[in-house]
Each structure stands twice: as C-alpha cells, then as structure tokens.
C-alpha cells in the first residue's frame, strides 16, 4: 500500500528518515486539527454553549480512544501532558520525591534518554537516593536477567524505555516487571519510541507508570500522556495548580481538588493538539498496529542488507529488533555525513541522540541514526545507498 500520498511532507521530495525524533503527520490529523480552528474553537470544559460542548467531547474522546490503544483500564488513568518529557518528570515529582528515602535505589541504564535519567539525578541531589546503571551486552541491548541480577532490598525502583531512541533494542519489560512485583518494586516506562511502532499493552507489560508523546506516532507536538495506575495517580500531588482541576478555594486550608484525572490537569489543555492526537491514534488503527510493524520490521532488514554491503560504513546496533540503525561512515563525523546526505534531501539524525551516558558502553559520542517508519520505502533506502557508495564522500562531506 502506497501511505506516501496520506503525508503532505512527502511532496516534497524528502527522504525523510528522523522518525525517532519526529513523526511526519498525516492529512487527516493537519484536518482534524484545522477544522477545530475553523469550526468550533473553544474552550473545552469551560462553557455550557454548543461550541465549548463540542470541544469537551472531543478532547474527552480522544482519552477514551488513548485508554483503548494501550488497554489501560480506565480514563481516569490517563493524563495529558505537554509530552513525554513533563510526564516522566511528573513521575518522579509529583510522585517519588515523597515516598522515596535516603539511599533507595534505582535501576536504568545508560542507553536511556535524558528524560528518563535526569529526573532522577536531580532527586539523587536532593534527596540523596542512588541511581544504579544495569550493563549491556555486546550488542549494547539489554538483558532482562541482567535487571533482575540488580535488584537488592534497597531497590525501589526499575525505569527503562520499551524501546531505546538510539540502540533501538526492545526491552522484555513484562518479564522485569513481573519479578519486580514481587519485590514490591515500581517499574516506570518510556514508550516514546514503541508507541505507535509496536502494541503498546500496560496491563499485559505490568507498568505501573507510562509516558509517550504525541509527535512521534502521527500525533502533534506538544502533547503527551502520562499514564498510571488510578491507585498511584490518586496519591499524586498537583504539578500545576489553577483552572480546571479544583472545585473550589475558599482559603489557604479549605481547598478541594477535582478527580482524577482533572486535578493533574491544570490551565487550559492543547485542546487541538490532544484531538490531533485522536485522529493519529484512528489512521493507526486503520492500519493495523501489526501491519506497521511488519512493514517497520521488512524496511529495517533490507536497510541492514543493503548498508552491511557498503565497505566504508560502521553499524553499530545491528541485532536490535526495531526500526532504528545506528552508523557512521569510516573517517568523517556524524553531523558531517547528516548535511552531505541533506544535499540530496534525505533526513537523518546525527550526535548524541539525547542519550549521553550512552558513550560509556559505546565508547563515541556521535552516531548517525536511521530511524524507520511505515510510509518509508526501499526505493528510498536505495537513494541513501546510492548516496553512501560515493567514493568521494569524505572529500564532499567535508566541503559541505
């Protein structure tokens, strides 16, 4: 099936193979967003009017349809955010900082994003807890019996991404969360990069808490999700305080919030940008979840053929399961490679990737990353061949 004539972008004549950073969107969701600028701009859960009623039920359904898409068992569970970002930090705010203590531990490791990391090395200076980085493998993946080996009677904690932005391996978090239960320990995931790419199922992995953005499965930017167990959410403290998430504040010492998930929803929402995400979730359905993987899946294993035959490239994450290759050509640094490839307008990440620790277990700094979606072709893989098996290549790149 051919998606390309679903996303404007690719009118352009782009290649456009940053999907870990950004997803490109499709028209259906730039409509769905247009149409409420157009039609029915409001407030939603402010006004009585037919326009603001509109608004609310579309804001409110698209909860019910993020609910559905990754099995949560109810909306009260599901808490739009800015993005993954603020959700993750509002984890360790609004949540830990009160019931962690001096010297608990808590387990990751130095593939995550900074998301994930940094969070908890502010509440390691604060309140004095220990982050404890579990090691790779030789293939910088991670084992999840290696977690489990971690685990001491002062851990409090396991956060890891479902899928890493840069390795790109796909972590057994049922497993590790499974063992973790047991210990009375909270497992917090980071499905930026599996949501919308794999089924993405809470109940079935054992999450306790669940962050995703919108940006990177067809959605908008700007909104995310934060997901939680009600029993957890319940003891969350406002992260924001005003409109929308109190009943009423008659002094310092009578105030009362509104239920979940309002009270973690303070000011006015990105009501557009929560519908947009509605939509996204809709063209996926459509699809298949399954599908799209298959499809990630095939475009990952003709890209591996195709760049293992290039003598002057290094890969460096080739048995990761899921649809991102790290790489970089012999003798000329990532970001110079990435505005080479520009001149023939493919797209590509290069740097860090937002996973700094990461140079620990990979031993450099800066990659190139691929990073794969659906409405991605061969035929377009072989222009980024074609482009990499020029002789010349260090010699332009440098020029660039």
């Avoid at 890493?164 to 590790?176: E, Q």
């Avoid at 999450?207 to 319940?234: N, Q, W």
């Avoid at 640094?333 to 290069?350: C, E, G, H, P, V």
């Amino acid at each position: 099936m051919d998606f390309k004539k679903d996303f404007p972008m690719l009118n352009n004549d782009i290649i456009y193979f940053d999907n870990a950073a950004t997803s490109l969107k499709p028209k259906c969701v730039i409509d769905a967003i247009t149409d409420y600028y157009y039609n029915y701009s409001s407030n939603a859960h402010r006004g009585d009017y037919k326009l603001s009623v509109k608004a609310s039920n579309k804001f409110e359904d698209t909860r019910r349809k993020v609910k559905e898409f990754i099995n949560a068992d109810s909306e009260k569970e599901i808490v739009f955010t800015s993005g993954a970002t603020e959700s993750l930090n509002m984890i360790v705010s609004c949540f830990f900082k009160d019931i962690l203590k001096e010297n608990d531990e808590v387990i990751t490791t130095k593939s995550e994003h900074a998301s994930v990391i940094l969070p908890w090395f502010n509440l390691e200076n604060e309140k004095g807890i220990k982050v404890k980085f579990v090691s790779l493998d030789e293939n910088y993946c991670l084992d999840e019996n290696t977690v489990i080996s971690m685990i001491s009677d002062k851990t409090k904690v396991i956060v890891l991404s479902h899928i890493t932005n840069v390795i790109g391996d796909i972590r057994n978090i049922k497993a590790i969360a499974s063992e973790a239960h047991k210990r009375g320990i909270y497992v917090v995931v980071d499905a930026s990069q599996s949501i919308g790419h794999i089924n993405v199922d809470v109940k079935d992995m054992g999450a306790d808490f669940l962050a995703f953005s919108a940006h990177k499965m067809l959605g908008p930017t700007g909104v995310g999700v934060l997901y939680g167990k009600e029993e957890f959410l319940k003891k969350f403290k406002p992260f924001k305080f005003g409109g929308g998430m109190n009943i009423s504040f008659n002094s310092p010492k009578e105030i009362e919030y509104k239920d979940l998930p309002y009270k973690l929803e303070a000011g006015t929402q990105n009501i557009d940008g929560v519908i947009g995400l509605g939509t996204a979730i809709d063209y996926i359905n459509k699809i298949g979840i399954k599908e799209i993987e298959r499809i990630d899946n095939e475009l990952k294993e003709y890209l591996i053929e195709k760049l293992k035959k290039l003598d002057n490239i290094i890969l460096y994450n080739e048995k990761a399961k899921s649809s991102l290759v790290i790489f970089n050509v012999k003798g000329v640094f990532s970001q110079d490679t990435a505005l080479y490839l520009d001149k023939y307008n493919i797209a590509i990440r290069s740097g860090s990737h937002c996973a700094k620790k990461l140079e620990d277990e990979l031993g450099i700094s800066n990659t190139c990353r691929i990073s794969l979606y659906f409405y991605n072709t061969k035929e377009e893989i072989d222009r980024l061949i074609d482009a990499l098996n020029n002789k010349n290549i260090l010699e332009e790149s440098i020029g660039v």
